[in-house]
């Protein structure tokens, strides 16, 4: 067997569909899969997993076939009977009492990749000493020189976590309190497994409701699958073009990733809410206005909104680096409020230890509900109390991983002085490289875990300030780059 030089990145694999991503990958990842399961499963004889997959190309049949790998190995396995957000799965894994799930996405990959992430029993993503077990099996499987690994065409059982993931939604988020607000909401799910689902549950509680881009497309209209503000033309048009429903209607968009598990928003004005401002958003809502407390968990590339609000309410802050699966980890060991990540996930309390861009969503809704303010405004007002905050991310492509690595590297051996004028304070190493200017803004170079990228990410007071940290990195990668 060809070494294929599958590894597992920030969640789980990806690669390009027909390429890296093929049939006999996929069969010797869920090989790898099963025999780590059966290694390490505390559930029982025969651990139950559960499969789900998006709306990609080819990911019904790419579960299919990892799904008869995994019983031929002796597990007890359900399919989904139709696409699933990610979150969904998870869920349905902790309702279960099954070991794991395998999820077959590539998230907001572009169209041409596809993917598999694990899932642990607690309903959040595998750990990294579970995902290196799945690497050094792949490594055996290759080793040995294995043909076809086992499989088995007996009848797959189906499972549908709808209905039991929907019971939740109503105990967490204050639906009476959202149905009763003159709310209008604008939903895209980028034509990812989403569709329908958050429509629903606002439809059900006869709230006007537009939703966009719900089809299966697994070309996403041509662009990736990532809530980001240049991918939502369609949706700003909607909230700021619809014709209005009545005087004091409060307008909100909400934006989903491919897989459903990230979200990003459009406000009243057609202004883009991103994953660092909703994450600020919902942690005051949770402490001001429902009196929730614990700790606050953050990746490395998180914007400082919620360090400022943490402090100002007394709770503890944890930072991890970039990986739900870091976040996930905190929320199982710890007294966890809120946590939150750079690419727009959120998880909390009370709920599975996973991002949930469903449930995130909802209790940014119900903020909106209970202030009766349009969610611009609200964010405006929490500017007065912490300061302004800009944030941008840019992805440049590198030739190679390598370079990618060499490039961080020689920052981190050789930070600048000063960027633009103002002084480099401090130079952090967690998970890339982040140099920290005096007027509090900072800049964050790090190679992507799921593509062949160098990821730039910047935050400061001012756009101008921003502009001018992207543009060092942009230089210094394609100086890199020779």
């Keep these: 067997m060809a070494v294929s030089g599958i590894r597992f990145g920030t969640d789980g694999w990806r690669g390009v569909i027909a390429a890296d991503f093929t049939f006999t990958a996929v069969r010797l990842v869920a090989g790898a899969i099963a025999r780590q399961v059966l290694a390490t499963a505390v559930t029982g004889p025969r651990p139950t997993i559960l499969v789900g997959y998006d709306t990609r ?64 029993r607690h309903g959040g993503s595998a750990s990294v000493e579970f995902t290196r077990g799945v690497e050094r099996e792949i490594r055996a499987l290759e080793a040995s020189g294995a043909g076809a ?26 639906l009476p309190r959202i149905a009763a607000a003159p709310l209008e909401i604008f939903v895209d799910p980028m034509y990812g497994s989403g569709q329908g689902y958050l429509s629903g549950i606002l439809r059900a509680l006869r709230l006007r409701v537009t939703e966009l881009h719900a089809e299966v497309n697994p ?8 809530p980001l503000y240049r991918h939502l033309g369609d949706l700003t048009r909607a909230v700021t073009h619809h014709p209005y429903s009545g005087p004091g209607t409060l307008r909100v968009g909400i934006a989903f990733d491919g897989d459903a598990d990230r979200l990003a928003a459009i406000d009243e004005q057609g202004r883009y809410v991103n994953s660092h401002q909703i994450f600020a958003l919902l942690l005051k809502h949770l402490f001001t206005h429902r009196g929730m407390t614990g700790r606050v968990v953050k990746a ?42 750079e690419s727009g996930g959120v998880a ?9 861009a469903t449930l995130a969503a909802l209790l940014l809704l119900e903020y909106v509900a209970t202030d009766g303010k349009p969610l611009g405004a609200l964010y405006a007002d929490l500017e007065k109390e912490i300061g302004p905050h800009r944030y941008e991310r840019v992805d440049v492509p590198l030739a190679s991983p390598e370079a990618a690595e060499a490039l961080v590297r020689s920052v981190r051996e050789d930070p600048p002085d000063a960027i633009k004028g103002v002084k480099v304070v401090r130079v952090e190493d967690v998970d890339g490289v982040k140099l920290h200017g005096a007027d509090g803004s900072w800049l964050l170079l790090r ?21 001018d940290l992207l543009k060092w990195g942009i230089r210094r990668a394609k100086r890199a780059e020779g």
């Design 57 to 120: 190309f080819l990911s019904r049949e790419f579960a299919e076939a990892a799904a008869r790998v995994l019983t031929g190995h002796g597990l007890a396995v359900r399919l989904a009977g139709t696409f699933l957000a990610t979150p969904l799965l998870s869920y349905g894994v902790v309702q279960a009492g099954a070991e794991g799930g395998v999820m077959i996405t590539a998230s907001h990959n572009p169209p041409r990749y596809n993917g598999i992430k694990f899932k642990s």
């Design 149 to 174: 690994l086992p499989e088995s065409d007996e009848a797959l059982p189906e499972f549908d976590p709808r209905p039991a993931h929907r019971t939740r939604m109503k105990e967490l988020a204050d």
């Design 219 to 226: 070309a996403f209209g041509g662009q990736p699958p990532e």
């Design 300 to 341: 490395f590339s998180s914007g400082q909104m919620v360090d400022k609000l943490a402090d100002a309410y007394g709770l503890p802050l944890t930072i991890t680096p970039i990986g739900f699966k870091y976040i996930a980890e905190e929320m199982l060991k710890r007294d966890v409020l809120i946590g939150g990540e």
């Design 348 to 356: 909390i309390c009370g709920h599975i230890p996973e991002r949930d």
């Design 447 to 467: 190679q992507s875990g799921t593509e062949p990228l160098l990821r730039v990410y910047a935050e400061g007071p001012s756009e101008e300030r921003v502009a």
